[in-house]
């Protein structure tokens, strides 16, 4: 070393570290497991969620809208409640006597001006010396006469009277004062019925002035009260008096209401006395009784009994309030141990993915939040607003896994939300027959229409156990029919909707929960299926040897999987993509070398398997390019797993005992995986192999078929490529049965017509009934290792 130390401590420090690591407890090492630590966080987020919930929910009453009582509710202490109906006429009053806001008609006024203004004009024209010069409708209408026109002369050329413009002005502002209304508004006004006895109007100049009632006038039938009103106050006096009837005939030539009602201001002012109008409060005694049998519960009722509940808290303290919260968090940390010892028992893995199992934890968290905040906010609709998220959890994860895990999880979700906020039994049995109906229909989405048929399914459903649990919880004898199935009708038409906007919601949102839990959906694998994605096409026109013998392993894999009740259509898509690396160098592929070219009798072993070995990663980078869903990526990299290149590795060894070099191992010959680790993924590498050797048999009948088959499932068995798939012996012996009866259905004999030849039944070259282990050209070989 450059400084004159050695390394020799660090092997040392590691040493202790493994040590130290060893003589840590037993329970420390158990609770430092990568499977046990995760779950137990997702359990404290979880637990801290809906403990937090579920404290909330404290403040309001374990009742909903709607509820008929069937035992009397008795208050626990005395305390003081809003009187809803009391403060709500209280309210209505205050903003009833509010009286209204009117707006000037300024359009007719400054109309009014103009043409005050213009009169006065006609005294200062030097042209104008006779009404002749002044038009007649004019004439007419303004009323005026050769003394109107004299006086107009002599008052605009004193300089001693008062400015016309501001005598114009002063008019117009007095006028403004009169509460002139539309027809429609006068008769609204004087209504018996309002409690208002006047009106606000907002004059330009002076601002907000009171009128009342009796000082309004009707702009269509009030017209001679409206002038004598005007000469009498605004004319008479400050007019000389020659112009008094010219003054009036212009103010009434078009006349129109002076004021309109203003509503927004009209209605921002009403809100606001109501909200300064205080609530009315009553005491209530202790062991008074709250709410009678039979009674139906409404909002009110609701605040009323929130108001007993604060107050109730209030009085026992605080030791006792958090004595009953330990329990119910005690409850829910149970329910979710539960959850998670039922994941570990059958979905082990999502113990060890901390993206499943945080997946997982934030879909439950944000069922139980959606629910508690739409009770919360509006327990009105209780049906519609707790129902649906419990709804959407339990199809998301029929989707992402199967329906036995959907049901056990959606029924752990209704515990949750029923313990979190306190909600009766019905509500659990109709959210109970949402799950099992939504879930039950859930074995598999080829389509969109088939998640509206499960929304409408599950909407009715819910709707049907609506009633029976209304006609349970609200018998008949202590409420009126009607309005007890009225409000039944309401629940039932909340439960009916939530369905449907269930299907609705995962329809849009399917592409996010494919990407999220990394699952691929019937329906998607049915539009990548689609001859005419860019891939399969490409693979089609430039490997179309290939093509055909995904075309052939497709059936063939489909089939088998169906035996089993494994992934069919999964099966057959995959398929459908396992070769497309191919496309790269499809000649060194010998089901696509038409003109019978070998183009590896030219190259090196070691070459040779390069090109083999790398159509897998061709296929991933092809695949993560074109968006291919993991799931289907998992064929292309594990259809061979870690099977070795045998006629490759014989043909390396041969060369080096030739050349006295050092043998290859098998190691180096070798695909790099990973092998299969699924039943899907297994069934592919089976059937890959067992189509392309069955292609060499000279005389494909079905006991050389049967036997090909079991030949190679025994081989891929001891080599250890079935061991991460999940696949049992029965399900193996189940898929040979399958492969071989397809086989020998695609490879049936043909009957000999007189005069011709019998038509061959395979393709294949000089093999018999020999596999993988007996000595073919270098065409078939790269055929059998590749393909």
């Known amino acids: 070393m450059a400084n004159g130390k050695t390394p020799a401590k660090a092997p040392r420090r590691r040493e202790l570290r493994r040590t130290a690591l060893l003589e840590q407890p037993g329970w420390l090492q158990f609770f430092l497991r990568k499977d046990v630590a995760w779950p137990l966080l997702y359990i404290a987020m979880l637990t801290l969620l809906a403990s937090f919930l579920a404290f909330t929910a404290d403040t309001h009453p374990p009742y909903f809208v709607g509820q008929v009582v069937t ?84 008052y605009m050329g004193d300089p001693a009277k008062t400015p016309w413009q501001q005598v114009v ?29 006047q009106v606000i109007i907002l004059h330009p100049r002076d601002g907000e002035i009171a009128r009342f009632d009796g000082t309004l006038l009707n702009a269509e039938t009030d017209h001679a009260a ?55 409060t009553d005491r209530v005694m202790a062991r008074q009784a709250l709410i009678s049998v039979g009674h139906q519960l409404s909002s009110a009722d609701l605040n009323l009994l929130k108001a007993e509940r604060l107050a109730y808290q209030a009085q026992i303290g605080l030791f006792k309030q958090r004595l009953a919260a330990g329990a119910r968090v005690l409850l829910i940390l149970l329910i979710q141990v539960c959850v998670w010892f039922y994941i570990y028992r059958y979905r082990p893995r999502i113990t060890f993915n901390q993206i499943r199992g945080l997946a997982l934890t934030c879909l439950l968290g944000l069922g139980l939040f959606l629910a508690a905040t739409g009770y919360l906010v509006s327990p009105d609709y209780v049906f519609f607003l707790v129902t649906y998220p419990t709804l959407i959890v339990a199809v998301v994860l029929a989707i992402a896994y199967d329906q036995r895990f959907a049901l056990a999880l959606g029924a752990a979700h209704i515990l949750l939300v029923l313990v979190t906020l306190r909600l009766p039994l019905g509500i ?78 995962i329809q849009g949102a399917l592409p ?31 490997a179309p040897g290939t093509y055909q013998h995904s075309l052939r392993l497709a059936d063939l894999a489909e089939t088998a999987a169906d035996t089993i009740g494994a992934h069919g259509l ?51 980078e092809m695949a993560r390019d074109f968006g291919l869903p993991p799931s289907l990526r998992h064929f292309i990299e594990s259809h061979h797993g870690t099977t070795l290149v045998e006629y490759f590795f014989n043909a390396a060894k041969q060369r080096s005992d030739l050349a006295h070099t050092p043998a290859p191992t098998e190691f180096e010959f070798r695909y790099p995986g990973p092998k299969p680790q699924s039943r899907e993924a297994a069934i592919l590498m089976l059937g890959d192999a067992v189509e392309s050797a069955a292609r060499t048999l000279r005389e494909p009948t079905p006991i050389r078929l049967e036997q090909l088959v079991h030949t190679i499932a025994e081989k891929r068995l001891t080599d250890g490529q079935f061991d991460e798939a999940n696949l049992t012996l029965r399900e193996l012996h189940q898929v040979e049965q399958s492969m071989a009866k397809t086989l020998a259905a695609i490879y049936h004999a043909r009957i000999r017509y007189p005069g011709g030849a019998a038509a061959a039944p395979a393709s294949g070259d000089s093999e018999t009934e020999g596999v993988e282990d007996t000595p073919v050209s270098p065409s078939e070989a790269s055929a059998r290792t590749a393909s």
């Not at 042209?127 to 026109?149: A, F, K, M, Y």
């Not at 403004?176 to 008769?187: F, G």
Request: aromatic content about 6%; proline content about 4%; some cysteine.
């Open 71 to 154: 035992k009397p509710i008795v208050s626990r202490v005395e305390f003081e409640a809003v009187n809803e109906i009391r403060t709500r006429d209280a309210k209505s009053n205050a903003r009833e006597k509010e009286p209204a806001i009117y707006r000037p008609n300024r359009e007719y006024l400054d109309r009014l001006r103009e043409k005050l203004l213009n009169l006065g004009e006609l005294g200062l024209n030097q042209s104008i010396q006779t009404i002749d010069r002044i038009g007649s409708q004019t004439r007419e209408n303004w009323s005026i006469t050769p003394e109107v026109l004299a006086e107009l002369k002599r």
């Open 512 to 542: 996010a929960i494919e990407s999220v839990f990394r699952v691929t959906t019937s329906m998607t694998l049915k539009e990548l299926n689609d001859a005419s994605h860019p891939l399969l096409r490409r693979l089609a026109q430039e």
């Open 570 to 620: 999964l099966c057959k898509v995959g398929a459908m993509y396992h070769d497309i690396g191919k496309v790269n160098k499809p000649l060194y592929f010998v089901e696509n070398q038409s003109d019978g070219h070998n183009r590896h009798e030219k190259l090196s072993p070691a070459m040779s398997l390069l090109i083999i070995v790398g159509h897998v990663k061709d296929g991933m």
């Open 226 to 280: 409206f002038k004598t009103l005007v000469d009498r106050n605004f004319v008479k006096g400050r007019f000389p008096s020659p112009l008094e009837k010219t003054i009036l005939a212009i103010v009434q030539e078009d006349l129109q209401p002076l004021y309109f009602l203003d509503g927004d201001a009209t209605r921002q002012r009403r809100d606001a006395a109501e909200k300064r109008t205080p609530g009315i």
């Open 428 to 505: 659990g049995l109709v959210l109970a027959a949402g799950v099992m109906s939504c879930v039950g229909q859930l074995n598999e989405v080829r389509n969109r229409s088939k998640l509206m048929w499960v929304g409408l399914w599950t909407g009715l459903a819910m709707a049907a156990v609506t009633w029976i649990v209304g006609l349970m919880e609200r018998p008949l004898e202590l409420t009126g029919e009607l309005s007890q199935f009225r409000q039944m009708g309401w629940d039932s038409l909340a439960a009916l909707f939530s369905g449907l906007g269930t299907g609705l919601v």
């Open 169 to 197: 002005e002063d008019f117009i502002q007095n006028l403004a004062s009169v509460a002139l209304l539309t027809a429609q508004d006068y008769a609204r006004e004087l209504d018996p019925a309002q409690l208002a006895y």
